[in-house]
């Protein structure tokens, strides 16, 4: 009926504004934070990362370095590594 679509409409208008965006938002700030933190934690301690990085410090800068290495991180090995360095 139209009571009812009238019904769905605004509760599914209130979910995505009071739930979802919310939500959406709270993910976010915590993967930037752990970006962030893990950015800072190689750059104090460039020797942790593999090999292939270490050597790539001869031609590029260690910003460079670090972020190449994060962002070939796969999402588990990333959760993984933040757990080892913060949270154990």
Same mark, same amino acid.
């Given at each position: 009926?139209?009571?009812?679509?009238?019904?769905?409409?605004? +509760? *599914?208008?209130? $979910? &995505?504004? *009071?739930?979802?965006?919310?939500?959406?938002?709270?993910?976010? !700030? *915590?993967?930037? *934070?752990?970006?962030?933190?893990?950015? !800072?934690? &190689? $750059?104090?301690?460039?020797?942790? $990362?593999?090999?292939?990085?270490?050597? +790539?410090?001869?031609?590029?800068?260690?910003?460079?370095?670090?972020?190449?290495?994060?962002?070939?991180?796969?999402?588990?090995?990333?959760?993984?590594?933040?757990?080892?360095? &913060?949270?154990?």
């Amino acid at each position: 009926s139209e009571e009812v679509w009238t019904a769905t409409n605004e +509760l *599914r208008k209130f $979910m &995505f504004e *009071r739930v979802y965006e919310l939500a959406n938002i709270s993910i976010q !700030e *915590r993967s930037e *934070r752990m970006l962030t933190q893990m950015f !800072e934690y &190689f $750059m104090k301690n460039v020797d942790k $990362m593999p090999a292939p990085y270490l050597k +790539l410090l001869e031609t590029e800068d260690k910003e460079t370095a670090v972020c190449d290495y994060i962002s070939g991180m796969t999402d588990n090995f990333f959760i993984e590594q933040y757990k080892k360095y &913060f949270l154990v």
